[in-house]
């Protein structure tokens, strides 16, 4: 097998057995010392390794879904990225379904993050106050979210990886509700599906199309739709 990252198995520990003393009286034996932590025993460190060249694969394969999207993710591709051999992929991964469902769920994951710390606290609660800071999350990697939107709409097509499409768009309602919240607007479900859908959809244009004007676009949509939200029924903005 090409990378034996495995654990060893039978690694004989330190033992507390007795031994037969002078005169066959049985004397116990002191435990052996526990090893420095800098000295951890070797059967740890293929582990560490395997570890190491997982994750490796995997941040290539992100890197990789956002430079050429679905298609660009191949064993090889992502092997050369890491710079490990190409059966390394094969090995930690067992097919590419499932390296690509879990670079779409890192991927996922490190959205999502990025979008928490990026949607600052509106100063105000104004709706254009509120709609420029849920714009705000428009501000990244173009062809990184080319990539990840991608895999979203593939995941129609692919059950394996409909649980991280779901997962993402679970977490952006969060983080719409908390801006909601923050603001004191109406956040429960309806409301947060209204705001986070349509700044999706306005996303995945935005990221398509590409145009000049997009965030101004999207700002005045979500503008309109928070304002929405505040007006009482049968009322007018």
Known sequence: MPDQDRPATGVATAGTASTAGVGGTATARRPSPRPPASEEP????????????????????VDLLGEGGFAAVTHRAVAGRAALPLAAT?????????????????????ELARMRATVRQPTGRSAAAVAEALTDVYAADRLRELGLWELYLQAGRDPALQAVARAWTDGCDEIVASALRGAGYPCGHSEVRFVAALLSGLW??????????????????????????????????
């Not at 582990?47 to 190491?52: I, N």
């Not at 094969?90 to 490190?110: H, I, T």
């Not at 997009?214 to 009322?235: E, F, H, I, M, N």
């Open 42 to 61: 070797s059967s740890r460190r293929p582990q560490q390794r395997a570890v190491r060249r997982r994750e490796a694969l995997l941040d290539a394969a």
């Open 90 to 110: 094969s090995y930690y991964f067992s097919c590419r379904d499932q390296l690509l469902a879990e670079a779409f769920a890192l991927l996922v994951e490190r």
């Open 204 to 237: 995945v244009e935005d990221v398509v199309e590409a145009r000049a004007d997009s965030r101004d676009r999207a700002r005045d949509a979500v503008t309109r739709a928070l304002t929405t939200l505040q007006t009482p029924a049968g009322g007018h903005p």
